[in-house]
């Protein structure tokens, strides 16, 4: 695999699937996370089918946006307490929501590009705490903070089947 920033890049094949971050889902939107400074970064431009009402993007969205650049920030924080970055041969660690908050701040439009921002806010062995905004043309839309644990042992490779990559 060519070097890359994102962390989903290095998820096992078998847990790539994710419909918002898995680089397998056909149909998914591929999220990727990245480290910018001390905060990470998932930028994301929704498509025209992605609407609440016109010319306003769909909640639902922006709480997957939230929750998977959660997920993706939560082993980045955990990879790099470890000493690890994105490219390095150690396994990169997955996490699941635990709980998800998701405040919508403002009508998020449609039609422009989004970045998502978080802040870690708490790193422990098998939990990490995230707080993430979510803004379009500069402004603050949604805000969300996740509590992500270390993927459960009746989740992991080889204790459930998993479809093959293309």
């Not at 929704?46 to 922006?62: K, S, T």
């Not at 924080?77 to 701040?105: C, I, K, M, S």
């Not at 998502?116 to 098998?126: F, L, N």
Request: charged share 20%; hydrophobic share 35%.
């Amino acid at each position: 695999m060519a070097s890359s920033p994102y962390i989903q890049d290095y998820y096992p094949d078998d847990l790539a699937w994710c419909y918002g971050c898995g680089r397998y889902n056909a149909h998914g939107h591929h999220f990727q996370t990245m480290w910018d400074g001390d905060e990470t970064v998932t930028r994301f431009t929704p498509e025209p089918f992605h609407i609440a009402i016109p010319g306003f993007v769909y909640g639902g969205l922006l709480a997957s946006l939230i929750d998977c650049h959660s997920t993706g920030s939560a082993a980045l924080a955990a990879y790099r307490a470890a000493g690890h970055e994105p490219g390095d041969d150690a396994p990169v660690p997955r996490f699941v929501t635990a709980a998800l908050q998701v405040n919508y701040l403002k009508p998020t439009p449609l039609g422009v590009p989004l970045e998502a921002r978080g802040r870690i806010k708490e790193v422990r062995p098998r939990k990490v705490v995230v707080e993430t905004t979510v803004y379009a043309n500069g402004e603050a839309c949604v805000r969300g903070e996740a509590v992500l644990v270390k993927m459960p042992e009746n989740m992991v490779p080889g204790n459930l089947p998993a479809p093959s990559p293309p």
